[in-house]
Every structure is written in structure tokens, then in C-alpha cells.
């Protein structure tokens, strides 16, 4: 784990890998720390942002300091998202799977899948399973416009598009669960840490 200061009031903690990077924002959502206002994590970072006032070099010994735990073992919240596996991408995710395009919706609804980190638009998640399975690559071309609701895999994520935009990563189905909405609070359903099981419709 090294530790940076981040302009005058935030701190970057790069670990080494997503797994670490999620329970490090697992354990800070935990036992919040003094000083502390928010915690964005990525892949293999996690941000802090700081109140004024606050010392960086305290909050960042405080971190080394954490009872680091499995983020596995501490959901922020779980939720179920329906889904119409008609993907234009079914066949080709079987393929690369060595999986039936029916075994491909049974074992993306069987995972449990946590939000790893948010990125790309508002209210996109980068959703981490438990099957080795489901690990394909991104298209070899990107879609000009992927629908809005459209769930997609790419590596070793899922992920459902907020609004129609550019995208690559391989259809798979779509909901009309809103990810992102204005009118909630927070708008966005699918945050860092919250566990999220797809079911067929």
C-alpha cells in the first residue's frame, strides 16, 4: 500500500490490485475516519477526499492502520435487477465461454456480484462476480450507441448502461431497472460495495 497526497485535501491509496482496493473502501465505509468525508474507490485506487483542516499525514497513518476485512463479508446494501436475456451478444459470449447461451444466463444469475467501483457515466457500476466463468473480452469494435438498460459483460465485470452511449463491452440482456435517477437519493442504485443478483425474466 503506498499513500499520496492528493492536491490540498485528499489522499490517493494505491494498493495493489481490485481485491484490496475493495476491501480497503470496505473497511473505510465500516469505521468511517475522522476527517474523512468521502471515498471513491477504482480499480486499484482509492481516493480519499478530506475535511478542512484535517492532517493528511494523521488520516494516512490511520489507513495503514486498518483492520483491512474481506468486502465480501460487509455488503452496503444488496439488490435484485431483472433481466431479459436477449442480448445481441448471447451467442457470441457463449462462444467464448465454451458455455450453452442457457448456461450462460444460469450462471450470470446464479453469481452474486458486488460493485467493485463506479466509473464511465453516471450510475455505471463495475460489478464483480464469483464465476471465472463468465470472463470474456470486449467486442473487437465498439457499438456506436448501446441502449439504455443494456447489460453487458467485458473481463471480469458485468455491468448495466445508465443511458444509451458508446460502449463495447458484450450484450447479454437488458432491464428496466434506472440505475441512475435524479429524482432518488442518491440517484445512483448501484454503489460501491452493494451486491446485486440478476434474475431472469
Keep these: 500500500m503506498r499513500i499520496l497526497e492528493c492536491g490540498d485535501a ?19 465505509t ?14 486499484r485506487t482509492v481516493l480519499l477526499r478530506l475535511a478542512p483542516g484535517h ?7 490511520a489507513v495503514r492502520e486498518l483492520p483491512l476485512r474481506s468486502a465480501a463479508t460487509r455488503p452496503a446494501g444488496e439488490v435484485e435487477i431483472p433481466v431479459c436475456y436477449d442480448g445481441a451478444d448471447l451467442s457470441d459470449i457463449a462462444a467464448a465461454t465454451g458455455l450453452s447461451e442457457t448456461e450462460v444466463v444460469a450462471a450470470h444469475s446464479a453469481a452474486t456480484w458486488t460493485v467493485a467501483f463506479c466509473g464511465f457515466a453516471p450510475g455505471f457500476g463495475y460489478l464483480v462476480g464469483d464465476d471465472p466463468r463468465l470472463h470474456v473480452p470486449r467486442r473487437a469494435e465498439s457499438r456506436t450507441r448501446v441502449p439504455a438498460g443494456s447489460v453487458a459483460l467485458a473481463g471480469g465485470f458485468t455491468g448495466i448502461y445508465p443511458r444509451s452511449s458508446p460502449g463495447g463491452w458484450q450484450l447479454l440482456g437488458r432491464t428496466d431497472t434506472a440505475v441512475w435517477d435524479l429524482d432518488r437519493d442518491p440517484p445512483g442504485l448501484l454503489r460501491p460495495g452493494v451486491r446485486v443478483r440478476f434474475v431472469p425474466v
Excluded: F
Design 10 to 28: 485528499g489522499l490517493l491509496v494505491e494498493v495493489g490490485g481490485l481485491d484490496e482496493a475493495m476491501t480497503v473502501h470496505a473497511a473505510l
Design 30 to 43: 465500516a469505521e468511517p475516519l475522522p476527517g474523512v468525508e468521502e471515498v471513491v474507490p477504482a480499480a
Design 55 to 61: 492532517d493528511p499525514a494523521r488520516i494516512a497513518a
